[in-house]
C-alpha cells in the first residue's frame, strides 16, 4: 500500500501533463462564409461627426506628422499616436487639445525612436509600443512614466486588459504568434496562436497581423494570409476561427528585386459595443496600380455580415482605424494634410 501511494502523484501530475497537450492539440474548424447574411437587406452608413488637425502653423498642437495609432478611451477621450513628432497627442470628445504625452526622440525614459502602438488599461494609463527600442512603455494620466517593459523583439500591436498585456512582434522566430505579459512583474507568461509558413514572409513585407480585444474580454488576431481570423480567451484557450470567401486575397511574395511584398493583409481589425467584428483589408490591385480597402463586418459566431469598400464612403487610403465603446469609428486621412475623422456608424434596413 505505501507503494502506491508513492505512485498517486506521479499518476496525477502525468494525468495533468496528458490533459494540458491534448487540449493544446484540440482543433477547432474554420468556418469559411461564401455569402453575406445581410446581403441586400441592410445597408451601413458612416456619417462623419468631427475632424482633428490642422495645417496652421499657430495651432502646434493640432499638426500631425504621420499618425501610426489612435486610441479612445471609455469616456471619449481621444488618444493620436504621431510618430514623427514623437509624441501622442490627447483630445477631449469635441475634439479639444487637452495635453501631450512624452519626451522627444531618443531612448530616454519616456522618449521614442519609432512609436508603433498605443493602448490603454481600465485605468487609462497609455501603453506605447517602440520597435526600435523593444520596450513597452507606460503613461499614467498625468503623463509621467510609470514603467517600462523590455520585449525579446520587435513589438508591433498590442491590447491590455487587466494585468496582462497582450503583444504580437515583428520578426519573431518561434512558432507563436501573441504572447502575454504580466504587468505588474514585467514577466512573459504565456504564448499562444500558432505561426504559419507565411509568418515570416509576411512580416519581411512590414505585416505583423492584427489585434483586438471585444467588451467581454475575448482577443481576435487578423492573420497577415491566408484570410482568417481567431478567436482566443484571455488564457490563450482557442475559442473560434472564420473567414470569408475572398478570391483576390495573395500570399506574400519576393519580387524581381528581391524585395517581399504583400499585396493583401489586414490593416485594421476592431470589435463594436454589440460584438460585431471588423476587419478591415488592403489590397493592391497592381492592374488598376491602386489600393482598394474592404470593411468586412462578422457576428459573434464568426459569420460574414457584410462587405463595402472603402471608396463607397467616400475615402481612397485607409492605414489605422479603432472603435469607442460608442460604435463610432475613428480613422486617419493624409489629405490635404494628415488628420482624424470620427464617423457615426449606422446599419440601416432596407
Excluded at 499614467?140 to 520585449?151: A, E, L, N, S
Excluded at 481567431?230 to 478570391?247: H, M, Q, Y
Amino acid at each position: 500500500m505505501p507503494k502506491i501511494s508513492r505512485l498517486v502523484p506521479i499518476f496525477l501530475i502525468c494525468l495533468f501533463f496528458f490533459i494540458q497537450i491534448s487540449f493544446s492539440l484540440e482543433t477547432v474548424p474554420l468556418k469559411k462564409s461564401n455569402h453575406e447574411v445581410w446581403s441586400k437587406s441592410l445597408s451601413v452608413s458612416f456619417q462623419e461627426v468631427l475632424r482633428i488637425g490642422s495645417d496652421k502653423l499657430d495651432e502646434e498642437n493640432y499638426i500631425f506628422g504621420i499618425i501610426s495609432d489612435i486610441e479612445v478611451d471609455k469616456e471619449g477621450f481621444i488618444y493620436v499616436l504621431d510618430s514623427a513628432n514623437y509624441r501622442i497627442q490627447k483630445f477631449s470628445p469635441k475634439g479639444l487639445f487637452i495635453t501631450s504625452y512624452g519626451n522627444g526622440k531618443g531612448e530616454g525614459p519616456g522618449q521614442f525612436l519609432r512609436p508603433k502602438s498605443i493602448a490603454l488599461d481600465d485605468k487609462m494609463n497609455l501603453y506605447v509600443a517602440d520597435t526600435n527600442l523593444f520596450r513597452i512603455t507606460v503613461f499614467d494620466p498625468q503623463g509621467k512614466v510609470i514603467k517600462t517593459i523590455r520585449t525579446e523583439s520587435m513589438p508591433a500591436n498590442l491590447s491590455v486588459k487587466n494585468d496582462y498585456l497582450f503583444l504580437i512582434f515583428f520578426f519573431h522566430e518561434e512558432n507563436f504568434l501573441i504572447y502575454r505579459y504580466n504587468v505588474v512583474n514585467e514577466k512573459l507568461e504565456r504564448k499562444f496562436c500558432e505561426s504559419n509558413e507565411w509568418t515570416y514572409l509576411s512580416a519581411q513585407a512590414g505585416e505583423a497581423g492584427e489585434l483586438c480585444m471585444d467588451m467581454d474580454g475575448n482577443l481576435y488576431y487578423s492573420h497577415t494570409y491566408p484570410y482568417e481570423i481567431k478567436k482566443f480567451s484571455l488564457e490563450g484557450e482557442l475559442l473560434a476561427r472564420f473567414s470569408r470567401k475572398a478570391t483576390f486575397y495573395k500570399a506574400p511574395y519576393r519580387d524581381p528585386y528581391g524585395i517581399f511584398k504583400a499585396e493583401t493583409a489586414p490593416t485594421a481589425l476592431f470589435c463594436l459595443p454589440d460584438g460585431t467584428i471588423v476587419n478591415v483589408i488592403r489590397h493592391i490591385d497592381r492592374g488598376a496600380k491602386k489600393g482598394i480597402f474592404y470593411f468586412d463586418f462578422f457576428d459573434k459566431e464568426g459569420n460574414w455580415l457584410k462587405s463595402l469598400t472603402a471608396d463607397s464612403i467616400g475615402l481612397d487610403w485607409i492605414r489605422i482605424i479603432t472603435a469607442d465603446n460608442q460604435g463610432n469609428i475613428y480613422l486617419d486621412c493624409k489629405d490635404p494634410f494628415p488628420h482624424v475623422r470620427k464617423y457615426e456608424l449606422k446599419f440601416i434596413k432596407k
